[in-house]
């Protein structure tokens, strides 16, 4: 999905891909190592697989509901949410690099009002794309 609103954050974390990925599929612990989520959960029993829905409750935000979109065990995950006419999608990669890890987080922003809402929310989606990663990384280098 190409988009001319884009904010993109990465980090080399020094631990193997299969336990980051192992850490970024436990959605449901997210808010114990990234202060940009308060409370996140799956809804209606679902779990981390393609059409699994989350809740992602953030400060300043209003609550987002969020469906997985693609899965690539060991390698990436992709997620959407809709809110006001605009689709945000988001990117979570990871991949080797000298046995270490490279992750990286890519948000889009699509649709009518993109612009708009890009303009509204990309400093504080840019912080909370900072604390996401930099908390990852934390967490992976236990």
């Known amino acids: ?26 959605v449901g612990n997210w808010h114990l190592w990234t202060k940009s989520i308060t409370k996140i959960s799956f809804i209606d029993h679902c779990k981390f697989e393609t059409n699994g829905k989350v809740c992602i409750v953030q400060p300043k935000l209003i609550p987002a509901i ?6 690539n065990k060991n390698r990436s995950f992709t997620w959407r949410t809709k809110t006001l006419g605009v689709t945000i999608t988001a990117k979570h990669l990871i991949k080797n690099v000298n046995k270490k890890t490279l992750a990286e987080l890519h ?22 794309l900072n604390m996401e990663i930099l908390g990852l990384k934390k967490e992976c280098e236990k």
């Not at 990465?10 to 980051?20: F, L, P, Q, R, Y």
């Not at 969020?66 to 899965?71: G, V």
């Not at 889009?108 to 009002?113: A, P, T």
Request: glycine content about 6%.
């Open 1 to 26: 999905m190409k988009s001319n609103y884009q904010i993109t954050e990465s980090a080399i974390i020094n631990a193997e891909t299969s336990k980051v990925f192992g850490i970024l599929e436990d």
């Open 66 to 71: 969020w469906t997985i979109t693609e899965i």
């Open 107 to 128: 948000m889009s922003y699509e649709g009518f009002l993109s612009g708009l809402i890009y303009k509204l929310s990309s400093k504080l989606t840019k912080k909370y």
